[in-house]
């Protein structure tokens, strides 16, 4: 277990190796971002962070999003956890940014392919083209809240490079204290 930092007990990040993480019962029982009891066990699959070349929402060349798309596909290392501890705010921050993901996402597809089929067996009123074109536009906005509900942006952790281990950014000091020790000799 690698813990770095410039203040004893005040770390920016830790390691912890991804075989420790992947078993469950190994994890503190206070969650990484408050420090408060966790409510709940959570298992899922944490990925790395590609930094990706370019703006991805000022680019509109569809090739080169491909190319983006390839690059990030090759790059992205997985790493089950099982029983990451979530507090019941950390448990509240997460459904509330995914309510309003799928609320944007299933409103915005709901009012587009709504005007789409109102207007195929009516007269093709103006305002459907506008509803439809709000629709259009709510699909990628929901792109938004989805990343900011996504569990590693919740518990602010994600997975290393290489994949070896799960790196925790500012962790909050009860979770540290609870870390099994690390190998000693
Ligand atoms: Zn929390």
Request: proline share 8%; aromatic share 4%; glycine share 10%.
């Amino acid at each position: 277990m690698v813990k770095e930092g410039p203040v004893p007990g005040a770390r920016e990040r830790i390691t912890l190796p991804a075989d420790v993480v992947g078993r469950a019962g190994n994890l503190p029982p206070h969650c990484t971002r408050h420090g408060r009891p966790a409510s709940r066990r959570k298992d899922f699959a944490l990925q790395s962070t590609v930094r990706l070349r370019g703006n991805r929402l000022l680019s509109g060349n569809v090739l080169s999003q491909a190319d983006r798309l390839a690059q990030h596909g090759s790059k992205v290392k997985v790493t089950d956890v099982k029983g990451w501890p979530l507090c019941p705010l950390c448990v509240r921050t997460r459904a509330v940014w995914m309510t309003l993901a799928s609320a944007l996402l299933f409103g915005g597809l709901l009012a587009f392919l709504g005007a789409l089929v109102v207007g195929a067996f009516t007269e093709g009123a103006s305002w459907l083209a506008a509803v439809a074109a709000i629709g259009f536009v709510l699909l990628p906005v929901s792109a938004l809240p989805l990343s900011r509900g996504a569990m590693s942006r919740v518990i602010g952790a994600r997975t290393s490079p290489d994949g070896q281990s799960v790196i925790v950014d500012k962790p909050s000091a009860a979770f540290v204290a609870d870390l099994p020790q690390p190998p000693t000799g």
